[in-house]
Protein backbone atom coordinates (compact mmCIF):
# COMPACT_ATOMS: atom_id res chain seq x y z
CA UNK A 1 0.00 0.00 0.00
CA UNK A 2 1.81 3.58 -1.36
CA UNK A 3 3.28 5.29 1.55
CA UNK A 4 3.51 1.88 4.38
CA UNK A 5 6.76 -0.12 3.52
CA UNK A 6 6.63 -3.45 6.08
CA UNK A 7 9.44 -5.92 6.29
CA UNK A 8 10.40 -8.35 5.90
CA UNK A 9 7.56 -9.69 4.03
CA UNK A 10 7.98 -13.19 5.21
CA UNK A 11 10.17 -14.66 7.81
CA UNK A 12 10.62 -18.12 9.36
CA UNK A 13 12.12 -18.20 12.93
CA UNK A 14 12.93 -20.48 15.71
CA UNK A 15 11.16 -21.05 18.84
CA UNK A 16 13.17 -18.42 21.26
CA UNK A 17 14.75 -16.05 19.07
CA UNK A 18 14.05 -12.35 18.92
CA UNK A 19 12.33 -11.20 15.84
CA UNK A 20 12.27 -7.77 15.31
CA UNK A 21 9.90 -6.27 12.25
CA UNK A 22 9.66 -3.00 10.52
CA UNK A 23 7.34 -0.45 9.60
CA UNK A 24 8.45 2.05 7.35
CA UNK A 25 5.81 5.00 6.11
CA UNK A 26 6.64 8.21 4.20
CA UNK A 27 3.55 10.23 4.44
CA UNK A 28 4.57 11.92 8.30
CA UNK A 29 1.54 10.14 9.79
CA UNK A 30 1.62 10.40 13.71
CA UNK A 31 -0.02 7.76 14.57
CA UNK A 32 0.92 4.24 14.23
CA UNK A 33 -0.34 0.78 14.84
CA UNK A 34 1.01 -2.99 14.99
CA UNK A 35 -2.24 -5.57 14.14
CA UNK A 36 -1.57 -9.05 13.81
CA UNK A 37 -4.29 -11.07 12.17
CA UNK A 38 -4.97 -14.88 12.45
CA UNK A 39 -8.10 -17.11 11.39
CA UNK A 40 -11.50 -16.25 13.83
CA UNK A 41 -10.00 -13.50 15.71
CA UNK A 42 -9.48 -10.71 13.03
CA UNK A 43 -7.13 -8.10 13.85
CA UNK A 44 -6.36 -7.16 17.50
CA UNK A 45 -4.21 -4.33 18.36
CA UNK A 46 -0.55 -5.25 19.79
CA UNK A 47 0.72 -1.47 20.30
CA UNK A 48 0.42 1.74 18.86
CA UNK A 49 2.29 5.21 18.58
CA UNK A 50 0.97 8.49 18.90
CA UNK A 51 4.10 10.03 18.09
CA UNK A 52 8.42 9.72 18.38
CA UNK A 53 8.75 7.65 21.38
CA UNK A 54 5.11 7.83 22.92
CA UNK A 55 3.97 4.38 22.46
CA UNK A 56 0.96 2.26 24.19
CA UNK A 57 0.01 -1.53 25.04
CA UNK A 58 -3.02 -2.85 22.78
CA UNK A 59 -5.11 -5.79 23.79
CA UNK A 60 -2.85 -8.48 22.98
CA UNK A 61 0.95 -7.15 23.66
CA UNK A 62 2.39 -9.62 26.10
CA UNK A 63 5.59 -11.01 24.72
CA UNK A 64 5.84 -8.10 22.25
CA UNK A 65 7.88 -4.16 22.12
CA UNK A 66 7.90 -1.24 20.28
CA UNK A 67 10.07 1.37 19.04
CA UNK A 68 9.54 5.20 17.88
CA UNK A 69 12.67 6.63 17.55
CA UNK A 70 11.69 8.50 14.14
CA UNK A 71 8.54 9.74 12.81
CA UNK A 72 8.44 7.58 9.73
CA UNK A 73 9.68 3.95 11.35
CA UNK A 74 7.78 1.59 13.48
CA UNK A 75 9.70 -1.41 14.91
CA UNK A 76 8.02 -4.44 16.49
CA UNK A 77 9.75 -6.87 18.51
CA UNK A 78 9.03 -9.89 19.81
CA UNK A 79 11.41 -10.39 22.84
CA UNK A 80 11.32 -14.62 22.37
CA UNK A 81 9.34 -15.76 19.75
CA UNK A 82 6.72 -18.75 20.18
CA UNK A 83 4.79 -20.36 18.24
CA UNK A 84 1.61 -18.71 19.53
CA UNK A 85 2.75 -15.79 17.72
CA UNK A 86 2.71 -17.40 14.03
CA UNK A 87 0.29 -14.83 12.62
CA UNK A 88 0.25 -12.35 9.73
CA UNK A 89 1.39 -8.64 11.41
CA UNK A 90 -0.20 -5.51 9.47
CA UNK A 91 1.02 -1.74 10.66
CA UNK A 92 -1.58 1.08 9.97
CA UNK A 93 -0.98 4.52 9.75
CA UNK A 94 -3.22 7.72 10.11
CA UNK A 95 -2.85 11.47 10.25
CA UNK A 96 -4.34 13.33 13.11
CA UNK A 97 -7.40 14.63 11.10
CA UNK A 98 -8.11 11.59 8.73
CA UNK A 99 -9.40 8.84 10.70
CA UNK A 100 -9.28 6.20 8.22
CA UNK A 101 -6.29 3.98 8.87
CA UNK A 102 -3.41 3.22 5.89
CA UNK A 103 -2.35 -0.43 6.17
CA UNK A 104 0.60 -2.13 4.98
CA UNK A 105 0.43 -5.42 3.10
CA UNK A 106 1.61 -6.87 6.04
CA UNK A 107 4.11 -9.61 7.27
CA UNK A 108 3.82 -13.28 7.12
CA UNK A 109 5.84 -14.45 10.38
CA UNK A 110 6.26 -18.63 11.00
CA UNK A 111 7.71 -19.35 14.59
CA UNK A 112 8.85 -23.52 13.89
CA UNK B 1 -14.97 -9.54 25.95
CA UNK B 2 -15.60 -8.88 22.33
CA UNK B 3 -16.51 -5.96 22.09
CA UNK B 4 -17.56 -5.72 18.01
CA UNK B 5 -19.39 -8.42 16.67
CA UNK B 6 -19.66 -9.54 13.17
CA UNK B 7 -21.59 -11.67 11.13
CA UNK B 8 -21.89 -13.86 9.40
CA UNK B 9 -18.53 -15.76 8.75
CA UNK B 10 -19.07 -16.46 5.30
CA UNK B 11 -21.53 -15.14 2.77
CA UNK B 12 -22.04 -16.37 -0.86
CA UNK B 13 -24.45 -14.20 -3.36
CA UNK B 14 -24.90 -14.35 -6.61
CA UNK B 15 -23.77 -11.87 -9.42
CA UNK B 16 -26.41 -8.69 -9.20
CA UNK B 17 -27.68 -9.27 -6.11
CA UNK B 18 -27.33 -7.82 -2.41
CA UNK B 19 -24.83 -8.24 0.02
CA UNK B 20 -25.37 -7.36 3.65
CA UNK B 21 -22.89 -7.89 6.74
CA UNK B 22 -24.32 -6.92 10.16
CA UNK B 23 -21.83 -5.59 13.40
CA UNK B 24 -22.97 -5.06 16.77
CA UNK B 25 -21.00 -3.04 19.24
CA UNK B 26 -21.17 -2.92 23.06
CA UNK B 27 -19.30 0.33 23.74
CA UNK B 28 -22.02 3.21 23.52
CA UNK B 29 -18.68 5.65 23.51
CA UNK B 30 -18.00 4.30 20.24
CA UNK B 31 -18.50 7.21 17.92
CA UNK B 32 -16.35 6.24 14.41
CA UNK B 33 -17.48 3.08 12.54
CA UNK B 34 -15.76 2.12 9.49
CA UNK B 35 -15.70 -0.85 6.59
CA UNK B 36 -12.76 -2.44 5.73
CA UNK B 37 -12.37 -4.49 2.15
CA UNK B 38 -9.15 -7.05 2.11
CA UNK B 39 -8.34 -9.18 -0.65
CA UNK B 40 -5.99 -12.22 -0.26
CA UNK B 41 -2.27 -11.37 0.69
CA UNK B 42 -3.23 -7.87 0.55
CA UNK B 43 -3.79 -5.29 3.72
CA UNK B 44 -7.27 -3.87 4.71
CA UNK B 45 -8.28 -1.38 2.78
CA UNK B 46 -11.17 1.51 4.33
CA UNK B 47 -14.36 1.28 2.09
CA UNK B 48 -16.61 3.81 4.20
CA UNK B 49 -17.09 5.01 7.40
CA UNK B 50 -19.92 6.48 9.43
CA UNK B 51 -20.23 8.75 12.62
CA UNK B 52 -23.27 8.18 14.77
CA UNK B 53 -24.93 11.62 14.08
CA UNK B 54 -26.12 10.17 10.89
CA UNK B 55 -28.27 7.02 9.81
CA UNK B 56 -27.14 5.67 6.52
CA UNK B 57 -24.17 6.93 4.37
CA UNK B 58 -23.70 5.62 0.74
CA UNK B 59 -21.09 5.65 -1.73
CA UNK B 60 -21.44 4.42 -5.08
CA UNK B 61 -22.81 0.86 -4.77
CA UNK B 62 -21.69 0.60 -0.60
CA UNK B 63 -24.08 1.77 2.10
CA UNK B 64 -23.44 1.79 5.72
CA UNK B 65 -26.85 1.47 7.72
CA UNK B 66 -26.41 2.85 11.56
CA UNK B 67 -29.22 2.13 14.37
CA UNK B 68 -27.71 3.48 17.43
CA UNK B 69 -30.50 2.36 19.49
CA UNK B 70 -29.78 -1.35 18.89
CA UNK B 71 -25.88 -0.57 18.49
CA UNK B 72 -25.81 -1.86 15.75
CA UNK B 73 -24.30 -0.81 11.49
CA UNK B 74 -24.70 -2.57 8.19
CA UNK B 75 -22.84 -2.98 5.28
CA UNK B 76 -25.18 -2.96 2.31
CA UNK B 77 -23.17 -3.78 -1.20
CA UNK B 78 -25.59 -3.29 -4.03
CA UNK B 79 -25.57 -5.11 -7.59
CA UNK B 80 -22.49 -7.43 -6.10
CA UNK B 81 -20.00 -8.09 -8.18
CA UNK B 82 -17.22 -10.85 -8.52
CA UNK B 83 -15.02 -8.28 -7.83
CA UNK B 84 -16.31 -7.59 -4.31
CA UNK B 85 -15.08 -10.90 -3.17
CA UNK B 86 -13.07 -10.22 -0.58
CA UNK B 87 -13.14 -10.60 3.10
CA UNK B 88 -14.89 -7.49 5.05
CA UNK B 89 -13.75 -6.06 8.69
CA UNK B 90 -16.07 -3.34 10.31
CA UNK B 91 -14.10 -1.64 13.14
CA UNK B 92 -14.60 1.11 16.03
CA UNK B 93 -13.15 3.31 17.91
CA UNK B 94 -13.31 6.24 19.82
CA UNK B 95 -11.94 9.25 21.33
CA UNK B 96 -9.04 11.07 19.79
CA UNK B 97 -6.68 8.14 19.73
CA UNK B 98 -8.53 6.39 17.51
CA UNK B 99 -8.26 3.22 18.68
CA UNK B 100 -9.82 0.40 15.75
CA UNK B 101 -11.56 -2.28 17.63
CA UNK B 102 -12.14 -4.68 14.65
CA UNK B 103 -14.79 -7.66 14.00
CA UNK B 104 -13.51 -10.86 13.06
CA UNK B 105 -14.57 -10.22 9.40
CA UNK B 106 -17.23 -12.02 6.91
CA UNK B 107 -15.73 -13.46 3.84
CA UNK B 108 -17.61 -12.34 0.62
CA UNK B 109 -17.62 -14.75 -2.40
CA UNK B 110 -19.75 -13.50 -5.33
CA UNK B 111 -20.46 -15.83 -7.68
CA UNK B 112 -20.88 -15.30 -11.57
Known amino acids: DAGITQSPRHKVTETGTPVTLRCHQT?????MYWYRQDPGHGLRLIHYSYGVKDTDKGEVSDGYSVSRSKTEDFLLTLESATSSQTSVYFC???????????FGSGTRLTVV | QQQVKQSPQSLIVQKGGISIINCAYENTAFDYFPWYQQFPGKGPALLIA?????SEKKEGRFTISFNKSAKQFSLHIMDSQPGDSATYFCAASKGSNYKLTFGKGTLLTVNP
Open chain 1, 92 to 102: AARDEWDYGYT
Open chain 2, 50 to 54: IRPDV
Open chain 1, 27 to 31: ENHRY
